[in-house]
């Protein structure tokens, strides 16, 4: 089992940074990567950004690429995504999300952080 717990929500103006955290515990050693995911109010959830537990592979979405950064510190398994040039748009329940090295999907996911961007 892995258990997350994301934190660094808020509401910020357009233009802004946040930098979500999300901490990783449990069986952390079957970890294969972890990803950010984000949901909008009556839309589908996508996935955002990604990150190889070991190693260095990332994967951002188009609509972040060069505005979000997406780190882990494996001391103290915590995931991060950092969040610059905040638009409107990007104004959404933000997840974190573990995949096991041996899982296709995500199976393990936080309860969720609130992100508001104001114009």
């Known amino acids: 089992q892995v258990q997350l717990l994301e934190s660094g929500g808020g509401l910020v103006q357009s233009g802004a940074s946040l930098r979500l955290s999300c901490a990783v515990s449990g069986r952390t050693f079957n970890i294969g990567a972890m990803g950010w995911f984000r949901q909008a109010p009556g839309k589908e959830r996508e996935s955002v950004a990604s990150?190889?537990?070991?190693?260095?592979?990332?994967y951002y979405a188009d609509s972040v690429k060069g505005r979000f950064t997406i780190s882990r510190d494996n001391t103290k398994n915590t995931v991060y995504l950092q969040m610059n040039s905040l638009k409107p748009e990007d104004t959404a329940v933000y997840y974190c999300a573990a995949r096991l090295t041996q899982d296709a999907k995500y199976n393990y996911w936080g309860q969720g952080t609130q992100v508001i961007v104001s114009s």
């Open positions: 990150i190889a537990w070991r190693g260095g592979s990332t």
